[in-house]
């Protein structure tokens, strides 16, 4: 009978000790700076000044998240903020989702303002607005499993007819 016990209590606890563990894998890179840090990187790339956290930004976004938490869609707030948005894995960090932002810099022609034809280039652009100095982001874990991420930006950039930097920043 003890064995019983010593076995159900062992499928029990296992999976929490996995989970417990797995905690600062998914966690990690998702802290303020973190996230500062990582976008500050994409900026001084191009001579843009740094943003830094905002806690009213970073408050919409958590009230954002929290709400695609059930459904974990890649659907705009359509906030008063600039914004860009993540989907991965459940422990998908969020220096990557950053990342993956900056990664559309490829795709950018500063030049002509504008992206390479069938390329999206707009979450990258969003992150060395000039103008945009304040954000706050947020993770949360989706109930399917997956891991939503939110960045906002404030004030929002992507404005039409004007470049993410200019005149005096580095165009590389």
Known sequence: MNLFKYISLSLILSPLIINFLMLPFSFAQDSIKDFVDAHNAARAQVGVGPVHWNKTVADYAHQYA???INDCNLVHSKGPYGENIAWGSSNLAGTVAVRMWVSEKQFYNY???SCVRGKMCGHYTQV?????VRIG???VRCKSGGT???CNYDPRGNIRGQRPYGEGTLQL
Do not use: G, Q
């Open 66 to 68: 929290n709400k695609r």
């Open 111 to 113: 030049d002509t303002n």
């Open 128 to 132: 060395v607005w000039r103008n945009s």
């Open 137 to 139: 982001c947020a993770k």
């Open 148 to 150: 939503f991420i939110i």
